[in-house]
């Protein structure tokens, strides 16, 4: 496991829709990530239906700010082989991804990275990850501190 596998979960956490399961975990989470102390203490702070609406405007898919790694490498239209390839790293380490996104979904991939010590999706798709960050951060969103915590790492 990476000496970081604590922080990729914490930032898998982070980067999912901030319900009341999210809210309930963010002492935990300040805690056990100080890298993302900014974002947590943000988060704790915001009102829980300005927090969603938030997280709702960066992340919709219009905007520019797609959690899909394979969306910043491939588009839209390529995507069923990389998908594919995603899929086949979740089994070879023994998952099977039955979520209800799609297995490049950063938040899935960074908890892949956690649980296994596996970052050959992470460092495959850093670009994306870096231009992400980038479009994150000028947007001026503090998620975009999620994104320089974890690209830190790579």
Not at 39 to 45: L, N, P, R, T
Not at 81 to 92: D, G, I, K, N, S
Not at 131 to 147: E, M, N
Request: proline residues 6%; glycine residues 6%.
């Amino acid at each position: 496991m990476p000496s970081d596998a604590v922080l990729y979960q914490a930032a898998a956490l982070c980067l999912t829709y901030p319900d009341d399961d999210f809210r309930a975990r963010l002492p935990l989470l300040r805690e056990a990530a100080p890298q993302l102390r900014e974002f947590v203490d943000h988060a704790a702070v915001t009102p829980a239906q300005e927090l969603a609406a938030h997280y709702m405007r960066v992340f919709d898919v219009e905007n520019q700010h797609s959690l899909y790694l394979s969306r910043w490498q491939d588009g839209d239209t390529r995507r069923g082989m990389p998908l594919v390839r995603f899929q086949e790293v979740y089994r070879a380490a023994g998952l099977e991804f039955t979520g209800e996104e799609l297995p490049d979904f950063l938040p899935a991939v960074l908890e892949l990275a956690a649980r296994t010590g596996d970052l050959g999706l992470l460092t495959e798709h850093r670009d994306g990850l870096e231009h992400l960050r980038s479009r994150l951060t000028g947007f001026g969103t503090p998620y975009a501190t999620v994104l320089d915590a974890v690209c830190a790492t790579l």
